[in-house]
T-cell receptor, first 114, second 110 residues
Framework: DAGVIQSPRHEVTEMGQEVTLRCKPISGHNSLFWYRQTMMRGLELLIYFNNNVPIDDSGMPEDRFSAKMPNASFSTLKIQPSEPRDSAVYFC????????????FGNGTRLTVT | EDQVTQSPEALRLQEGESSSLNCSYTVSGLRGLFWYRQDPGKGPEFLFTLYSAGEEKEKERLKATLTKKESFLHITAPKPEDSATYLCAVTDTGRRALTFGSGTRLQVQP
């Protein structure tokens, strides 16, 4: 299996622009997670889907962030408008059966907002 | 709210020098404690899951143990390729997604 695939690997954008991050989970996994990693705060959960339905979005910072999972093989995380404090590495992960199953992470998208 | 604290923040070992990493947790009903390894520029890679106090798991030079308040990752005779950041995470009976600690950055020198 190719593992979890994220795109792009790097994104540099200006403040106020829209940013869309993409994720393809491992086939057959029913849960998908978006995490954000910074030096100051470590890995933080943004949102968690089970069978394409958002289960926990309590980590989504504010209305500027939105996530969708239109089908079992694709998810997007959108930031509009972006701000410099959004600069971080964004990871997507999938698991076979919820958070008690091991998470398989992609290699992340490094976002820089100038 | 689940809390995970890892220590030390950083650890430098000589090749062959065994040591342990600590993960203390506070959770309302532990469903699972996870250890991950993260290399620079990559996503975390799953190592172990522990479900109940007294449980132990081993993989090559790594051994993870669990008590009711903490977990240890023991590294026996480490090699330079064991250099990485080791992350601990927990999930609870509310089936919330994993809460991660801040990690221990391990460097093993030849």
């Amino acid at each position: 299996d190719a593992g979890v695939i994220q795109s792009p690997r790097h994104e540099v954008t200006e403040m106020g622009q829209e940013v869309t991050l993409r994720c393809k989970p491992i086939s057959g996994h029913n849960s998908l997670f978006w995490y954000r990693q910074t030096m100051m705060r470590g890995l933080e959960l943004l949102i968690y889907f089970n069978n394409n339905v958002p289960i926990d979005d309590s980590g989504m910072p504010e209305d500027r962030f939105s996530a969708k999972m239109p089908n079992a093989s694709f998810s997007t995380l959108k930031i509009q408008p972006s701000e410099p404090r959004d600069s971080a590495v964004y990871f997507c992960a999938s698991s076979l059966a919820g958070p008690t199953s091991p998470l398989h992470f992609g290699n992340g998208t490094r976002l820089t907002v100038t | 709210e689940d809390q995970v604290t890892q220590s030390p923040e950083a650890l430098r070992l000589q090749e062959g020098e065994s040591s342990s990493l600590n993960c203390s947790y506070t959770v309302s009903g532990l469903r699972g404690l996870f250890w991950y390894r993260q290399d620079p520029g990559k996503g975390p890679e799953f190592l172990f899951t522990l479900y109940s106090a007294g449980e132990e798991k081993e993989k090559e030079r790594l051994k993870a143990t669990l008590t009711k308040k903490e977990s240890f990752l023991h590294i026996t005779a480490p090699k330079p390729e064991d250099s990485a950041t080791y992350l601990c995470a927990v999930t609870d009976t509310g089936r919330r997604a994993l809460t991660f600690g801040s990690g221990t950055r391990l460097q093993v020198q030849p």
